[in-house]
């Protein structure tokens, strides 16, 4: 017999759960007629039959149970859990019905009242250990499980612990995400360099992912700690990518062990211009600290969830100096998917404030061939970054992009970037 979906588990268990909460709102009508009606049968006044307090709380009771069916309807996971907790306490219930049942404990209440009690502390108990066996097979209301994380490797260096992850075989290229990343996040350059026979070596970078500050708050630090892990994997030379705010950090290794990099590719990268000056500066530590970055990241899921269209262009337009709806109108229904899925993966750790403090050093050190590739239409890192590094770094080649934002992979022009960086490497 063909396994119960996850479709069909949910569906079935949103009724049960819906019936439940419709059946204990009519108990409690019943349960108000039933006591309050015939306890105060007798007073002088009929509109004391119904006291206005207690009125009230059964009204707030049942806007209560309003709000659950409609979390349940719309598959809250917060309230799944809130429900088993719940629904688990019964466990207590039941055997003290059973002792007032018993004369052991006093009963306030009638005998047929305390075997109601006792029977909805029975089911549940049930709905709880359902809704525990479901959310172990299927996951949250039988949403399906999330995906495991990919696997990535720890590395033991000298200056501390480095997170990353390596794909493919080849001569190797080193990797450096950007802001709010880290070694697993899903950027478009992957699927290229595979493509071109070369192994990619992913790390997080301080603060980011597993990876801790301690290994190097600095560009100059962090650096120094990819040596290491390349002295620790035996690669002699690597081609170098830096994209975004992990352009600091690739220009001092270029830099710094120019033995070391064959080649040097910046993507949208920060170069020796100051990060984040004023008010950015200001809303970088308030947004970004280690208090409040998980809750502002959590909303912004949310509301990605929540409003997928609403949020990929909030977020847009933000990396784009062009109109928000010429920007959306570039991307077809894949691009907009992975874009979203990459915006709605981003943290930023300890790492974004380090960011923000981070130098490039002498650029005129670099001696390996540079690619510099930059949209002009970049609204999160300005073209005078490209600029900067182009007029200091002695073998430098600069490539300006139409892509319509910051996030060049997601663009139709990204073709034409494929081609040049194909054309740099191979030569």
């Not at 049968?41 to 206005?52: E, G, M, Q």
């Not at 069916?69 to 809250?76: E, F, S």
């Not at 299927?138 to 490797?153: L, Y």
């Not at 597993?210 to 100059?220: F, N």
Request: aromatic residues 10%; proline residues 5%.
């Amino acid at each position: 017999m063909k396994a119960p979906t996850h479709h069909f588990i949910r569906v079935r268990l949103e009724i049960a759960v819906i019936a439940f909460f419709i059946l204990a709102a009519l108990s409690l009508l019943v349960v108000y007629v039933a006591i309050y009606a015939h306890s105060l049968a007798l007073t002088s006044s009929p509109a004391d039959r119904y006291p206005v307090p207690v009125t009230l709380f059964l009204v707030g009771i049942l806007a209560g149970i309003a709000l659950l069916i409609l979390g349940v309807i719309h598959h809250w996971r917060w309230l799944f859990w809130l429900i088993l907790v719940a629904f688990a306490g019964s466990i207590i219930q039941i055997p003290v019905e059973g002792l007032q049942l018993l004369g052991i404990v006093p009963n306030p209440y009638p005998v047929w009242y305390s075997l109601f009690r006792g029977g909805v502390g029975f089911i549940e108990l049930s709905f709880a250990f359902w809704m525990f066996q479901t959310s172990r097979h299927h996951g949250v209301w039988a949403m399906g499980r999330k995906k495991e994380e990919r696997v990535s490797q720890l590395a033991h260096t000298k200056y501390g612990l480095i997170e990353y992850r390596s794909v493919g075989q080849g001569p190797g290229v080193l990797v450096l995400n950007g802001g709010h990343t880290n070694c697993h996040s899903p950027l478009g350059d992957e699927q290229f360099f595979l493509d071109q026979g070369y192994q990619l070596i992913i790390p997080s970078r301080p603060g980011y992912g597993k990876m801790p500050s301690a290994t190097g708050k600095t560009a100059e630090a962090a650096a120094c700690a990819l040596v290491s892990l390349l002295d620790l994997l035996h690669l002699d030379q690597v081609v170098v990518v830096g994209i975004s705010a992990a352009g600091p950090t690739a220009l001092q290794l270029a830099g710094r062990a120019p033995e070391r990099v064959s080649k040097l590719i910046l993507q949208s990268a920060h170069t020796g211009i100051p990060f984040a000056t004023g008010r950015t500066r200001l809303l970088t530590y308030v947004c970004f600290n280690s208090m409040t970055e998980r809750w502002v990241w959590a909303a912004y899921r949310a509301f990605g969830h929540r409003a997928p269209q609403a949020a990929l262009r909030t977020m847009m337009k933000s990396l784009s100096s062009l109109p928000i709806d010429q920007v959306m109108a570039s991307l077809n229904q894949h691009q907009q998917q992975a874009a979203l899925a990459l915006l709605l993966a981003l943290r930023s750790g300890s790492g974004f404030l380090h960011d923000i403090g981070h130098h490039c050093g002498d650029l005129s050190r670099i001696t390996a061939p540079t690619l510099i590739i930059h949209s002009q239409y970049d609204g999160a890192v300005g073209l005078s970054h490209a600029t900067f590094a182009k007029e200091r770094i002695p073998h430098a080649e600069l490539f300006v992009s139409k892509a319509e934002s910051h996030l060049l992979w997601f663009s139709a022009a990204y073709e034409e970037t494929k081609v040049k960086m194909r054309a740099f490497l191979q030569s």
